[in-house]
């Protein structure tokens, strides 16, 4: 199992990025997703939960109406749309999955999301 994000960088307050979180080594299909955020001195944060269809996701309530995390089933991608970006934003993102008959998640390596002016 192996879970690649890409997409961070340094982006101006109100800026826009999206973050791809590229997936291997299981059937992607068949697992929910999810995505994490971890600022310095702060604790892992729930971010979004994207069901196995993409039909349903849920947000934390300090991104709803600003971030989306829509799939792409054929791709093996899930993505995180960070809209109205703010500074309280800054955070290393990290997407993971639950794998039911490992008995585990597995994470990714992170991808580091500033946001400064």
């Known amino acids: 199992v192996q879970l690649v994000e890409s997409g961070g960088g340094l982006v101006q307050p109100g800026g826009s990025l999206r973050l791809s979180c590229a997936a291997s080594g299981f059937t992607f299909t068949n697992y929910a997703m999810s995505w994490y955020r971890q600022a310095p001195g702060k604790e892992r944060e729930l971010v979004a939960y994207i069901t196995e269809t993409g039909i349903s996701t849920n947000y934390a309530d300090s991104v709803k109406g600003r971030f989306t995390s829509p799939r792409d089933n054929a791709k093996n991608i899930v993505y995180l749309q960070m809209n109205s970006l703010k500074h309280e934003d800054t955070a290393e993102y990290l997407c993971?999955?639950?794998?039911?008959?490992?008995?585990?998640?597995?994470w990714g390596q992170g991808t580091q999301v500033t946001v400064s002016s």
């Open positions: 993971r999955t639950w794998i039911r008959s490992h008995r585990r998640g597995y």
